[in-house]
Antibody
């Protein structure tokens, strides 16, 4: 069974940084692309960033490009999202999600429970 | 960016009746080389993460009840619940994975009438 477990989020000040991690199990990590998707309070889903199964290709939403980076550690089956220069509008539940295929251009077939990141002074 | 527009924003349906949710993309998500529509549907219940229901516009995910079906091609898609059950109360999202950035519809809330 696929299991995705995000690290704890937290309360950050504007301009702060946080690294989220997502521990993956139950599938061959290197064969699947991964993404981060967020959901603001009472809002819909917003795709944030993705990475191919090989790690060669990374993708970002315009709203986070230049501030967030995505990476993956194959030895520990862990996905990361480094978030810098945080802004109040980054406040959201952040979900780690697995793509069905090694390609980023595939649907998201498993999701973690999500972790809340709040950016406020 | 491809904009995904769902309609309606919400609907109330009697138990056992059908429900239809529409999703329109601002450009085609049909990849001609493999004739696949890069469109998925998700269900999100309160306090839970989204759950994949349909991918490639019409392929039901394993374990999803067959009362859920997806149809459409190009820019116009539909999610149909043939006979609404109490456990189907949720928000439903369409999602295009044809191009980056991937984008979601705004969501459609389904309730019991």
């Amino acid at each position: 069974e696929v299991h995705l477990l995000e690290s704890e989020g937290g309360l950050l000040q504007p301009g702060g940084s946080l690294r989220l991690s997502c521990a993956a199990s139950g599938f061959t990590f290197s064969t699947c692309a991964m993404s981060w998707v967020r959901q603001g309070p009472g809002k819909g889903l917003e795709w944030v960033s993705g990475i191919s199964g090989s790690g060669t290709n990374t993708y970002f939403a315009d709203s986070v490009r230049g501030r967030f980076t995505i990476s993956r550690d194959y030895s520990n089956n862990t996905l990361f999202l480094q978030m810098n220069s945080l802004r109040p509008d980054d406040t959201a539940v952040y979900y780690c999600a697995k793509h069905r295929l090694g390609s980023y251009y595939s649907s998201l077939d498993s999701w973690g429970q999500g972790t809340l990141v709040t950016v406020s002074s | 960016d491809i904009v995904m527009n769902q309609s309606p924003d919400s609907l109330a349906v009697s138990l056992g009746e059908g429900a239809t949710i529409n999703c329109k993309s601002s450009q085609s998500v049909l990849f001609n080389s493999n004739n696949k529509n890069y469109l998925a549907w998700y269900q999100q219940k309160p306090g839970q993460p989204p759950k994949l229901l349909i991918y490639w516009a019409s392929t039901r995910e394993s374990g999803v009840p067959d009362r859920f079906s997806g149809s459409g091609s190009g820019t116009d898609f539909t999610l149909t619940i043939s006979s609404l059950q109490a456990e189907d109360v949720a928000v439903y999202y369409c999602h295009q994975y044809y191009s980056s950035p991937q984008t979601f519809g705004q969501g459609t809330k389904v309730e019991i009438k």
